[in-house]
T-cell receptor, first 112, second 113 residues
Framework: KAGVTQTPRYLIKTRGQQVTLSCSPI?????VSWYQQTPGQGLQFLFEYFSETQRNKGNFPGRFSGRQFSNSRSEMNVSTLELGDSALYLC???????????FGNGTRLTVT | GDSVTQMEGPVTLSEEAFLTINCTYTATGYPSLFWYVQYPGEGLQLLLKATKADDKGSNKGFEATYRKETTSFHLEKGSVQVSDSAVYFC????????????FGEGTQLTVNP
C-alpha cells in the first residue's frame, strides 16, 4: 500500500506570493491533517479534514487554508507569504478521525 | 491548554547503551499518548502508543508506560543501535480533538558506534 504522498518536496517562494501544497492520503483513509514544523515552534497543528469537511483548526491566521476533495486528497494554501512561514509542512492521514496518523515526508517551503 | 514536555536534548550515547527520554504531559481528561520518530529528511513514524493508564506500548525494543499518577510516558530502550539515531517526539491526543496531536519539542538522539 502506498504511503502518504506530498508534492512538491521543495518550494521556494517570495514574500507576498501564495503557495499551494498537495497531499494524497493512504488509499482508504478519509481523514487528512496538516502540521507545520519549524525549529522554533516545533510541530504545530494546522487543520484536519474528514469527508471534505474541516473538523478541527489550529491557531493559525486566516492566510492558511485548506480543502479536501471527494477522493480524500487535500491541499493547503498559504496566501501573502511571510518569512516566518518557512517551514516543513507535514500531511498525515488516518482511516477515521482519531486513529494513529501516518505522515508523509513533507514539503519544505522556503520564503525569501 | 494541553501540553507535552520532553527532556532537553540532544542526547548522545554509545552503541548498546541504555536509553531514557523523559516525557510529561498536562491534559484534562484521558488522553492517548504516543511516541513518534523522525529520521533525517523524512516525516514522522509512529513508534508506539498507549491509550489508557498503566498501558505499556512497545515496538522495536522501545517501551513506554502510561503513568497517570505522574503524568508521564518515558521512552526506554535497553540497548541502542546506531540506526536509532533520529529525533523522537512525544505526543498526546484526545478523543474530543479528532486527529489533532499535541507534540513535545522533540529530542535528538545520536548513537555513536
Amino acid at each position: 500500500k502506498a504511503g502518504v504522498t506530498q508534492t512538491p518536496r521543495y518550494l521556494i517562494k517570495t514574500r507576498g506570493q501564495q503557495v499551494t501544497l498537495s497531499c494524497s492520503p493512504i488509499s482508504g483513509h478519509r481523514s487528512v491533517s496538516w502540521y507545520q514544523q519549524t525549529p522554533g515552534q516545533g510541530l504545530q497543528f494546522l487543520f484536519e479534514y474528514f469527508s471534505e469537511t474541516q473538523r478541527n483548526k489550529g491557531n493559525f491566521p486566516g492566510r492558511f487554508s485548506g480543502r479536501q476533495f471527494s477522493n480524500s486528497r487535500s491541499e493547503m494554501n498559504v496566501s501573502t507569504l511571510e518569512l516566518g512561514d518557512s517551514a516543513l509542512y507535514l500531511c498525515a492521514s488516518s482511516s477515521v478521525t482519531g486513529t494513529p496518523l501516518h505522515f508523509g515526508n513533507g514539503t519544505r517551503l522556503t520564503v525569501t | 491548554g494541553d501540553s507535552v514536555t520532553q527532556m532537553e536534548g540532544p542526547v548522545t550515547l554509545s552503541e548498546e547503551a541504555f536509553l531514557t527520554i523523559n516525557c510529561t504531559y498536562t491534559a484534562t481528561g484521558y488522553p492517548s499518548l504516543f511516541w513518534y520518530v523522525q529520521y533525517p529528511g523524512e516525516g514522522l513514524q509512529l513508534l508506539l502508543k498507549a491509550t489508557k493508564a498503566d498501558d505499556k506500548g512497545s515496538n522495536k525494543g522501545f517501551e513506554a508506560t502510561y503513568r497517570k499518577e505522574t503524568t508521564s510516558f518515558h521512552l526506554e530502550k535497553g540497548s541502542v543501535q546506531v540506526s536509532d539515531s533520529a529525533v523522537y517526539f512525544c505526543a498526546l491526543s484526545k478523543e474530543t480533538s479528532g486527529s489533532r496531536l499535541t507534540f513535545g519539542e522533540g529530542t535528538q538522539l545520536t548513537v555513536n558506534p
